[in-house]
Each structure stands twice: as C-alpha cells, then as structure tokens.
C-alpha cells in the first residue's frame, strides 16, 4: 500500500519537525511548507492527500487560504485540518471548509488518528474495542512514538558529534587521526584501569572531542615550532575550558565524558590545569586521557617536538608515575601496551564503540 503525502502548511519549524517526526515513523510521507506560496508550489506538482494548515501564517491568513483550497478543482475534496493555538478559531474553521480542527500544542496520538481517518489508512482502527483495550492500545502506541523520537534525537545528536570530530580534524595540529587514535587508546586502556567507566556512552565522545576548543585557537599558535610565550601558552590552555562550554549542551556529552574535555590537562602532583586538580580529585576518564594523550604527542609528528620511539614513550610516561600521571593508569598501560601498539600499528581495533 502507497504511503499516503501530508502536506504541513506552517511557519513554525519547531511544529514541522515534530509533525515530520511523528507522521513518518507511523509510515507517512510528508512536505513542509512554510507559506503559501510554496505550499501552492508544492501542490501543483503533487495534490497530498491531506494537508494540516495553521492559520496563523504569515501573508495571507491560514482561514482564508482554507478557503481558497476549498474552492480549488484540484483541492476541493482533500482533507484539510486546520490546527491554530485558540479554540475561538474552532468554529470559523469549520466555516472556512476544514475537515477537523486541532488545538496547539499538538497531542500527536489525536494528529494521528484524525489524519488516519482523514486519509482512510487506519486499518483496523476503527474496529470497536472496550475502554480498558483502547486505553492500553493508546499508551502503547504513544511510548512507541516516545521510543522512536528518542532515537531520532539521539542519531541527530550523533551527527553533530561526527560534524564536530570532522571540523576538528580539519585543523592541522601537525598530527594525522590524533582524536581517533587517542580514542581507542583511551577506551582500552579504561578497559584495563576502570571497566566501569566504559557504561558512561558520555565517555568514549569525551575522549574523541577532547580537544575540540582548539578549533578556537590561532594557528599561529598551534603551529609554532618553538616553545610558547607567557600569552600563546596561557591561550592555548583555554581549549580545555573551551571545548567544555562548546559541548556543555549537548545531551550525549552529559557525564564523564564532559569531566574528561575539561579536566585532561589535569597532572596527578596538582600541577595541570585549567583547575589545578590533584590525585584523585581529577575524575578517572581525565586520568586515562592524560596518559595516551601524551602517548600519542610523543610517538606522532608535532611541529615543536621531534618523534619519540613508542619504547621511550613508554619509558617517559613511566617515569612520570605519580608526579604527572596517575601511578594505577601507568600500571595498566604496562599492562595493556602490547594491544595499544597493535592499535598504532592499525592491527587492532575495539569490537564495541558507542561512536560507530
């Protein structure tokens, strides 16, 4: 069976999509427009089946087009719901030719039941049940439309995560798949540290955009051979900070992973910054971050550092036990530095990653 077009005639983009949302997850094929006259457009190349009008649109008021489309050959018989934010509107409405008339904020179980019936797609909807059926049926139905929403939301927020990592690694900090590498690092040696940690989704986005405030910061100074002055140092240590108010709102960074963005700069001897944090006042991801993040600047090509050999990264890191890193992540990177080698060298990749 042809999935049946809805047209939405409304200048309120925050309705469309939940309108869109909600219509094509329960198998409908819709159109947006946002006046009339790309609604008229949109109607000369395909008549919809029924079309859902606000009235308050902008130019020529959403009654008066009712009309107009009423009077129209190719609309006459089209089902128009009328939708508007006053019930005053309810009767000139029906007046104006509507089909039904629907009261913002939208209940988007009754959207769709008018436009099922509307459209004649509503199968056995109409088959008479009892209360009790019909109530449980009802709240079925709208956790599933909850569920799919959700994860439309939640590929959404994804995508403009992968849109972040891509914009960042667009920036040439003289190091080739940084983020990435540092990721599969992070992620197992979390693994070998603190298997709890990798439950946080939040944890495995906070170690991928850890560095995403440095999209702010002068190329001048990500590219400088030499070392910094006082002012290019103190800059380039606002990307800590930075990439966290740049992440802040997004809900998939909500947890650890946010804590990692600011705080991977932290040293265990309270050293670090942006907050001159301590031992275990630093949270576990940071700690994990601090040392593969190191790792991979010694072992990859930076524009004010010769490569070191990944022996004497690991050498160097260890040295740092308990006055720059922490001493329980240095012992698990021991542990686990044959699979971080592999990882490197492009041999291994983790099975599982909240990211892909």
Same mark, same amino acid.
């Given at each position: 069976?042809?999935?049946?077009?809805?047209?939405?005639?409304?200048?309120?983009?925050?309705?469309?999509?939940?309108?869109?949302?909600?219509?094509?997850?329960?198998?409908?094929?819709?159109?947006?427009?946002?006046?009339?006259?790309?609604?008229?457009?949109?109607?000369?190349?395909?008549?919809?089946?029924?079309?859902?009008?606000?009235?308050?649109?902008?130019?020529?008021?959403?009654?008066?087009?009712?009309?107009?489309?009423?009077?129209?050959?190719?609309?006459?018989?089209?089902?128009?719901?009328?939708?508007?934010?006053?019930?005053?509107?309810?009767?000139?409405?029906?007046?104006?030719?509507?089909?039904?008339?629907?009261?913002?904020?939208?209940?988007?179980?009754? %959207?769709?039941?008018?436009?099922?019936?509307?459209?004649?797609?509503?199968?056995?909807?109409?088959?008479?049940?009892?209360?009790?059926?019909?109530?449980?049926?009802?709240?079925?139905?709208?956790?599933?439309? &909850?569920?799919?929403?959700?994860? !439309?939301?939640?590929?959404?927020?994804?995508?403009?995560?992968?849109?972040?990592?891509?914009?960042?690694?667009?920036?040439?900090?003289?190091?080739?798949?940084?983020?990435?590498?540092?990721?599969?690092?992070?992620?197992?040696?979390? !693994?070998?540290?603190?298997?709890?940690?990798?439950?946080?989704?939040?944890?495995?986005?906070?170690?991928?955009?850890?560095? !995403?405030?440095?999209?702010?910061?002068?190329?001048?100074?990500?590219?400088?051979?030499?070392?910094?002055?006082?002012?290019?140092?103190?800059?380039?240590?606002?990307?800590?900070?930075?990439?966290?108010?740049?992440?802040?709102?997004?809900?998939?960074?909500?947890?650890?992973?946010?804590?990692?963005?600011?705080?991977?700069?932290?040293?265990?001897?309270?050293?670090?910054?942006?907050?001159? %944090?301590?031992?275990?006042?630093?949270?576990? &991801?940071?700690?994990? !971050?601090?040392?593969?993040?190191?790792?991979?600047?010694?072992?990859?090509?930076?524009?004010?550092?010769?490569?070191?050999?990944?022996?004497?990264?690991?050498?160097?890191?260890?040295?740092?036990?308990?006055?720059?890193?922490?001493?329980?992540?240095?012992?698990?990177?021991?542990?686990?530095?044959?699979?971080?080698?592999?990882?490197?060298?492009?041999?291994?990749?983790?099975?599982?990653?909240?990211?892909?």
């Amino acid at each position: 069976m042809a999935k049946k077009r809805i047209l939405v005639v409304d200048d309120d983009l925050a309705i469309c999509d939940l309108v869109r949302t909600t219509l094509e997850l329960d198998g409908f094929r819709v159109s947006e427009a946002h006046h009339v006259i790309e609604a008229e457009r949109l109607i000369e190349a395909n008549v919809p089946d029924a079309i859902l009008l606000d009235i308050g649109l902008p130019g020529i008021d959403g009654l008066f087009y009712c009309e107009r489309l009423r009077e129209a050959p190719k609309t006459r018989l089209v089902p128009i719901i009328v939708i508007s934010g006053s019930t005053d509107s309810q009767a000139r409405a029906a007046a104006a030719g509507a089909t039904s008339f629907l009261r913002k904020p939208l209940d988007v179980l009754e %959207l769709l039941t008018v436009l099922e019936r509307a459209t004649g797609s509503a199968g056995d909807a109409h088959v008479p049940v009892g209360p009790a059926i019909a109530q449980r049926e009802k709240i079925q139905r709208l956790a599933e439309i &909850g569920k799919r929403q959700h994860e !439309l939301q939640q590929d959404a927020h994804r995508q403009t995560l992968f849109g972040l990592s891509a914009a960042l690694d667009s920036r040439d900090f003289g190091a080739t798949g940084h983020s990435e590498r540092v990721r599969a690092y992070a992620m197992r040696l979390a !693994l070998e540290v603190e298997p709890a940690l990798t439950d946080d989704p939040s944890l495995e986005w906070g170690f991928l955009l850890h560095d !995403l405030g440095m999209i702010t910061i002068a190329d001048r100074i990500i590219t400088k051979s030499g070392r910094l002055d006082p002012d290019e140092r103190e800059e380039m240590q606002r990307h800590a900070l930075v990439g966290e108010q740049l992440l802040s709102s997004l809900p998939l960074l909500q947890g650890e992973g946010l804590r990692v963005v600011r705080s991977h700069h932290e040293r265990w001897d309270g050293a670090g910054y942006p907050d001159r %944090l301590a031992g275990t006042e630093i949270s576990p &991801g940071a700690r994990i !971050l601090a040392v593969v993040d190191a790792l991979d600047a010694m072992t990859d090509q930076r524009p004010y550092r010769e490569v070191v050999s990944w022996d004497a990264a690991i050498e160097e890191l260890s040295r740092q036990s308990g006055a720059q890193f922490d001493p329980d992540v240095i012992d698990g990177l021991v542990a686990c530095e044959p699979e971080l080698r592999a990882i490197r060298a492009g041999r291994l990749q983790l099975v599982e990653s909240a990211t892909g």
